[in-house]
């Protein structure tokens, strides 16, 4: 006998509070030209379908459930749209392994020292390992002196989550970014138009002050 063949359950292409697979017996339907009103799911199904669009559960937890009459197919495109750009906006925090020695010098130490400032500015953790190899295990306490000294040098960038840990042959800390304040944009102050001169009224001529010698009279005849 052959055995039957396994095949995945098939994905279900109905698509739910949508038209005439709402369940609901009335919502409130809402139209493209703003009116709200309580009917029957049917009567607003059938509104819709008059307009030539979807009738779309956008809230199926309000009593009562509020439907809208849209276009389906830009309905989803929006959703989509609108996942898509929280999800660029979301950022993922990653742990930065960065690794030493009991007896690293101090050129690899600063410059696993400026990996870790970058990694804390752009928003990552960063876990500092000390590997004790044979035996280094007897001289812990260097470990230890290593990675507090490695938590003071980033106190400005970091904060460190407990103290240094033993695990197996290794110690470790974990650092956490600190949000530190952007620097302020200097805005350069609008330059100021000269102000117009205001125009000036004519000044009323002034009358002309009256002589101060008298005319003579005529001569008598």
Do not use: W
């Not at 039957?4 to 493209?32: C, L, M």
């Not at 979807?54 to 937890?61: A, E």
């Not at 290593?146 to 960038?157: C, E, I, K, P, V």
């Not at 970091?158 to 800390?173: L, Q, S």
């Amino acid at each position: 006998m052959i055995p039957g063949r396994n095949f995945p359950p098939r994905k279900s292409t109905r698509r739910e509070n949508v038209n005439e697979s709402i369940r609901f017996r009335e919502v409130r339907a809402v139209f493209p030209d703003g009116t709200a009103e309580v009917m029957a799911t049917s009567l607003a199904l059938r509104k819709a379908q008059e307009l030539g669009l979807d009738l779309v559960v956008v809230s199926p937890t309000a009593v009562p459930p509020v439907a809208k009459a849209i276009d389906y197919g830009h309905y989803q495109y929006e959703l989509k749209k609108k996942a898509h750009e929280a999800k660029k906006k979301q950022h993922v925090v990653q742990v930065k392994e960065l690794k030493f020695r009991p007896n690293t010098d101090d050129h690899d130490y600063d410059f696993k020292r400026n990996h870790a400032i970058r990694f804390l500015t752009e928003g990552n953790r960063v876990k500092a390992v000390v590997q004790f190899r044979g035996r280094e295990i007897a001289h812990t306490d260097l470990g230890r002196k290593l990675l507090n000294r490695f938590a003071a040098d980033l106190t400005t960038y970091g904060v460190v989550d407990g103290m240094p840990r033993m695990e197996g042959r290794n110690a470790h800390i974990l650092i956490s970014p600190v949000k530190t304040l952007l620097p302020k944009v200097e805005t350069k102050p609008a330059e100021s138009k000269p102000a117009e001169p205001k125009p000036v009224a004519p000044k009323a001529a002034k009358p002309e002050a009256a002589s101060a010698v008298t005319p003579e009279p005529p001569p008598a005849e």
